[in-house]
Nanobody, 122 residues
Framework: QVQLVESGGGLVQAGGSLRLSCAASGRTLSRYIMGWFRQAPGKEREFVATISWSGDNSYYVDSVKGRFTISRDNAKNMVYLQMNSLKTEDTAVYYC???????????????WGQGTQVTVSS
């Protein structure tokens, strides 16, 4: 079993930056593919980014490419999402997830955090 807890969300102005963190407990993070998803009010949870076990491979949804960076520190059981040049449309609850496949599909992830709110104001 893996437990995930996100932190770092908050209110920022458009154009600003924010770094989300995800702390894991249980089995070592090195066993899992990690991903970030987000869900805005009235919308489905959508894929944001994913990263391989080693951290050598990562993929992003087109809307955040060049602005967001996913990273991981397996020794600390931590995953991060650095968000730069934030836009109002980035406003959502952000979730970290652990799974077995490098995938943009929610079904590929077995464990989920509780989410952290990111609000971007204009």
């Amino acid at each position: 079993q893996v437990q995930l807890v996100e932190s770092g969300g908050g209110l920022v102005q458009a154009g600003g930056s924010l770094r989300l963190s995800c702390a894991a407990s249980g089995r070592t993070l090195s066993r899992y593919i990690m991903g970030w998803f987000r869900q805005a009010p009235g919308k489905e949870r959508e894929f944001v980014a994913t990263i391989s076990w080693s951290g050598d491979n990562s993929y992003y949804v087109d809307s955040v490419k060049g602005r967001f960076t996913i990273s991981r520190d397996n020794a600390k059981n931590m995953v991060y999402l650095q968000m730069n040049s934030l836009k109002t449309e980035d406003t959502a609850v952000y979730y970290c997830a652990a799974g077995r496949d490098l995938s943009a599909l929610r079904q590929a992830y077995e464990y989920w955090g509780q989410g952290t709110q990111v609000t971007v104001s204009s």
